[in-house]
């Protein structure tokens, strides 16, 4: 298996295999025919998946668009506090992927596109920095049962959690500004529900037992057909 660490005396990696990377490691720890220090075009798929990668440098603020997507044999990932963003496809189709470690001074405010779509860990608190998920950024994940978000957050986008269909306790907090179309829709399983009014809409609602709606708005019974 390939083995790739960045160096430890000030070198970033930032991987973005969308269409070139940049790699900055010392040039022994090369596979194939990647350079170290110079633009390439990214490395295979094939490659990807025997590549053990475990984190990104301390340093690193923002983990790239598609940086570990469909990387299949990863099974962990531990991102460090100093990131900001998650890129669109960061980690998307990775089918291994069971544990995602967010440290408590993390400082994520952003989690594009599809960033952790079919992937298969749970996840029931989000830091407090974290301001907006894209949309599908956690499509089909089954291993999610509880969400909750802080008062920080502004937007879940569409289809945010299309199919995570093992959802039981739902928490949105009040002053959230945006819940996109069919954010929570296809999560069939929501028992508990905590959020604003306009919120429910987006909530799959035939299994519901308890409803709290943290908004103090007015609550029109249709909500709550179907």
Known sequence: NDTIKATKTGHKSILTPASHMYLDFPEDRIPGEVQAATWRPPISVEKC??????DYSESSTVIGVQAFAQCSALGSVAIPDGVTEIQNYAFSECAGLTTLTLGSASKLETIGNSAFAYCNFAIETFPETLRVIGSRAFEQNLAITSLTFHEGMESI?????????????LYIPANITTVGSGAFTSCSNIITLTAPEFAISQVTKEKLVTVVINSGDTV???LFSG
Do not use: I, R
């Open 220 to 222: 029109t019974p249709s």
């Open 49 to 54: 998946y025997s590549m053990p990668v475990n």
């Open 157 to 169: 986008d569409n289809l945010a959690f299309n199919g995570c269909t093992n959802l039981q306790t």
